[in-house]
């Protein structure tokens, strides 16, 4: 190990406003791993390294990219940030989450148009109601 600055659990967790246990849980997932962990307090360090780790996990959900894709994309890079094939099947997991995005817009807008059509059909409807109502009174 280096003379690299190392980050405790709960400076990362207060770093990025998560939880402690959201951290561990990305551990558990193999996604994170401690550097070192205190023999006695059994408390974990972390690398600078991880910590851009845990940045791109939390960026990637953000996103909407499920855990698998993430780490996937994040196993990609850390292979060779540089490579062709690397940086080709990033964007293919970007491509499929446009994919999916677009389509969440569509069913999103036909949605709305369902719910606008039943909503002026409604006040249409109600209007109509509120018209035979002053005639009876006549």
Do not use: C, W
Request: charged share 35%.
């Amino acid at each position: 190990m280096s003379d690299e600055r190392l980050f405790s659990i709960s400076e990362l967790a207060t770093m990025f406003d998560i939880s402690s246990r959201t951290i561990r849980y990305y551990e558990e997932v193999g996604m994170l791993t401690p550097e070192t962990r205190d023999r006695l307090t059994k408390q974990r360090s972390y690398t600078n390294q991880e910590r851009r780790r845990l940045k791109m996990i939390l960026r990637g959900k953000k996103l909407g990219f499920s855990l698998q894709e993430i780490k996937e994309m994040i196993e990609l890079y850390e292979a060779n940030p540089e490579g062709a094939a690397e940086k080709k099947a990033i964007i293919q997991h970007a491509n499929r989450k446009i994919q999916d995005i677009n389509e969440q817009i569509l069913q999103l807008q036909i949605l709305r148009d369902e719910i606008i059509t039943h909503k002026e059909r409604y006040i249409h409807k109600s209007d109509s109601n509120e018209l035979d109502k002053d005639k009876n009174k006549s």
